[in-house]
């Protein structure tokens, strides 16, 4: 993959070549592909502080992103993909640099993210299940067995219960 170079400054005082140090710089659409993120999430968790400013390149304008921010990139889609909140997110990272202190809460925010996995899971088998009824009712029906489709869904009322359940849990939660 191509890197670009380290932005070059007047001075090397200059707080984006102070900020990054040295190693590769990718670019947006780079950091973007690597991290499995859009471009414009990750302008859009720059702006709400869910990650720090990028470095800009001084020439340009545009963001220089460097290895410990494509760590962290790294991090923020993982937790993002488990569907963790943009807040719980904001104070998992921020407990990061505080270590053996905050592993307590750590802990207890992935343990209660685990929790509302589990919670999805259940309604994902819930819904599958339903579908797996509908599929036997419309054998019966291809079938032109009647009786069986109709003593079939009158068996099933837990079944149609529990994923109309997780349909409006998904839409309330």
Known sequence: MTTITQPQA????????????????????QASLMSGMPE???RYYETIGIIPPIARDPSSGHR????????????????SATGMS??????????????????GRQIELL???GRRLDQRMAGLRARKRYVQLKIRYW???RDHDQAGATELINQSAQIIEAAKRSGNERLAG
Request: charged share 20%.
């Open 139 to 141: 054998g019966h029906v």
């Open 111 to 113: 343990a209660e993210q």
């Open 86 to 103: 943009l807040e719980h997110m904001r104070e998992y990272l921020g407990n990061r640099a505080a270590g053996a202190e905050a592993a």
């Open 64 to 79: 220089c992103y460097n290895q410990d921010d494509l760590d962290l990139l790294e991090t923020i889609s993982c937790l």
């Open 40 to 42: 414009t999430t990750l």
């Open 10 to 29: 007047e001075t090397q005082t200059d707080q984006t070549q102070t900020a990054q140090g040295s190693g590769p710089w990718y670019t947006i659409r």
